[in-house]
């Protein structure tokens, strides 16, 4: 089970960070990543860390958002800074595994809102 957090209403530059709690699984084994998918798009890539953790962020994101695990705690969070209206969507959070370049996703969580709007 994957348990996503820290979405709300935020200014176009204010920041804002998701957290996503997972259970039931080997947290330390998986990769996790991040996605969104905003109103009428489909669901997109927006960053990923590997168990030993390796990152990869979409280009739209890099620079603006970090993302980052606590094995301790089977928590991966998402950092995301300098937003814009675009960022707009609804952010889940995925427990999958990676392969090279390649993310296969697995177990996915509740999404949770993000809205950046003035």
């Known amino acids: 089970q994957l348990q996503a957090s820290g979405g709300g209403l935020v200014q176009p530059g204010g920041s804002l960070r998701l957290s996503c709690a997972a259970s039931?699984?080997?947290?330390?084994?998986?990769?996790m990543s991040w996605y969104r998918q905003a109103p009428g798009n489909q669901r997109e890539l927006v960053a990923t860390i590997t168990s030993g953790g390796n990152t990869n962020y979409k280009d739209s994101v890099k620079g603006r958002f970090t993302i980052s695990r606590d094995n301790a705690s089977n928590t991966v969070y998402l950092q995301m800074n300098s937003l814009k209206p675009d960022d707009t969507a609804v952010y889940y959070c995925?427990?999958?595994?990676?392969?090279?370049?390649?993310?296969?996703?697995?177990?996915w969580g509740q999404g949770t809102q993000v809205t950046v709007s003035s």
């Open positions: 995925n427990a999958g595994i990676s392969r090279g370049s390649y993310y296969y996703p697995g177990y």
């Open positions: 039931g699984i080997i947290f330390s084994r998986k990769s």
